[in-house]
């Protein structure tokens, strides 16, 4: 992350807060995933494009763990608890430009691996469909992260 900047980043937390944020929601976060909210609490990098499989995507920033509606933890509460939209296994870390999610699994064979949720080919019924791999963790995902398109 040594050429990533963020700007707009919430408070710095502590082991502490994410472990009192694990026993409100009842899970577990992947390691890599505390590692980087313990040094970066959300906000906007200076790199927001990436591609994967021949599509490009924007982000716009990333969530803080806590701290409002568009946090990991309002959003995990509101689209899983309250409306059950996103698949079991998954919780938004990220937004894009468009209103898609950039997500993060918290459970089975793929724990800590980076998708992007689409949120036109949602159904009622929340399932991995609308779901497309990103990366195996947060650490692959930043690094696909560029400045400009077609670098």
């Known amino acids: 992350m040594a050429d990533l900047n963020f700007i707009g ?15 409100r929601l009842n899970t577990s ?26 599509s490009e995507y924007v982000l716009n920033e990333f969530f803080p763990l806590f701290e409002g509606e ?15 939209v996103l698949p079991k296994q998954l919780a938004a870390i990220a937004d894009d430009a468009f209103g898609n999610l950039i997500c993060i699994s918290l459970s089975g064979d793929n724990k800590g691996g ?7 080919n949602y159904d009622d019924m929340p ?22 398109l077609g670098q």
């Open 29 to 54: 976060l992947p390691s890599s995933y505390r590692i980087f909210v313990l040094d970066v609490n959300g906000g906007r990098p200076n790199k927001i494009f990436f591609t994967k499989d021949g």
């Open 127 to 148: 399932s991995m469909g609308s779901a497309r791999f990103l990366a195996i963790d947060i650490d692959h995902f930043l690094q696909m992260l560029m400045e400009n």
């Open 9 to 23: 980043s919430s408070k710095q937390i502590t082991q502490s807060d994410i472990e009192a944020l694990e026993k």
């Open 70 to 84: 568009m946090s990991f933890e309002g959003q995990f509460k509101d689209l899983k608890l309250d409306r059950n």
């Open 114 to 120: 980076i998708y992007f949720w689409d949120h036109e």
